[in-house]
């Protein structure tokens, strides 16, 4: 059953790996997209709303949909569509084939995020230690292929329908065969135990308590404004703002994807040392020290020194909001995670429109202090993130044979 449980973790690395690469592709290529399909300054936050709403809405489907299918099955299906919605966005010539290709992508990935971090927390649960730092780390490094790829694709002055097939090649076989290892714990069979008995709220029942999640819904929210802000934002930042050319303008997502990846690889050693709400505080200060250095470069390469320490800070947060989520409400651990990632892209639909809004109106420097600021309101819930003495963090970690045990029984 160990090798079980060690498949399923590989093959669910892998997912996350493949999500980084896909969501890199689009990202970075946003000003090459704005050029294929002419579309204007004024649409363009549009076009990057719609995405998180339809992805919200993907998130709640999932959120139900768990009740009846586990939700390894619902990965399965949801990353092929991410992928060829990817491909679709580079092959299209008409606005209209964009904002279909935009919605498939927005839907798929709400249930791919929602289903992958479902996967995730149930695995930590299992192992009884920190693991889920290790998952987004893989998401990093997908980040980092993903945008290497991208400035290949820049560089050479690629279509974006050539940059993007091979890479879906590869990924969309890899991920269907990977697909057979995913492991479900008994997060399924809760939430249909929690749709029956009519959703108990509280830490101990079968249900998700809004006003006990609502802290760590709004620390997400907040991460992804500011990751919303250099995935979106980074390159026409340096491109506009900072007199960069447009293959350098690739670098600062590939950068901050690096400094994630480096401090999530180190992060779960981090939190079983010095506990998640340490780790929090300090990537909140850190996060924040990073925005204000964007904020006042004088060039591209102070820009993306600001955009490596934000990497460094926002790295943890996220990981560290759905392990306490999972932590917070063990008997509905799949739908406590399927809420909280709806604010996901409630902070990036709030990220994107503002910055563009106040970059427009005022300044994009000036923009960069918003996710600034709101970063550091992290700090004051910082403390939703502790650890129960029956739970692991925080020095509470439960023995790890006993949790495989348990798990082992319900696989």
Known sequence: ???????????????????????????????????????????????????????????????????RVPPSHILRWAQPVVLLALLGVGAGDGLW?????????????GALDA???????????????SIMLGFHAAFSLGGIVGASLAWVGAHWDLALFVSYLPVVLVLLPAALVGSRWYV?????????????????????????????????????AIAYIGDSTVSNWSAKYLQDVLGSSEQLATVPYNVYMVTTLLGRAVGDFGVR????????????????????????????????????????????????????????????????????????YVGFLIGSPLVGALGDAWSYRGAMLVPMALVLVTLFYARSFASGPSRYGDGHERPRTADVGRGSNGL
């Open 1 to 67: 059953m160990t090798d079980v449980l060690r498949r399923g973790r590989a093959s669910l690395a892998f997912s996350f790996f493949a999500q980084g690469v896909a969501f890199a592709l689009l990202v970075t290529r946003i000003p090459a997209i704005q050029d294929r399909y002419d579309v204007s300054d004024g649409l363009l936050p549009a076009f990057l709303a719609a995405v998180p709403i339809l992805a919200g809405v993907g998130s709640v489907c999932t959120e139900h949909l768990v009740k």
């Open 97 to 109: 084939q964009l904002g279909l290709a935009l919605a498939a992508f927005g839907l798929a990935v």
């Open 115 to 129: 289903s992958m971090n479902m996967l995730g927390v149930s695995l930590q649960h299992t192992y009884g230690r």
């Open 184 to 220: 479900d714990g008994g997060g399924h069979k809760e939430a249909q135990a929690s749709d029956g008995a009519g959703g108990v709220s509280g830490t101990g029942g079968v249900g998700v308590g809004f006003k006990l999640l609502l802290p760590l819904c709004l620390v997400m």
């Open 273 to 344: 040392r010095f506990g998640a709400v340490a780790v929090v505080r300090v990537g909140a200060v850190v996060a924040a020290a990073g925005f204000a250095v964007v904020a006042v470069a004088p060039g591209a390469w102070v820009g993306m020194l600001g955009f490596t320490l934000v990497g460094f800070g926002l790295c943890v947060i996220v990981p560290q909001t759905f392990a306490a989520a999972g932590r917070l409400f063990p008997g509905a651990a799949d739908a406590a995670v399927a809420r909280l990632n709806i604010f996901n």
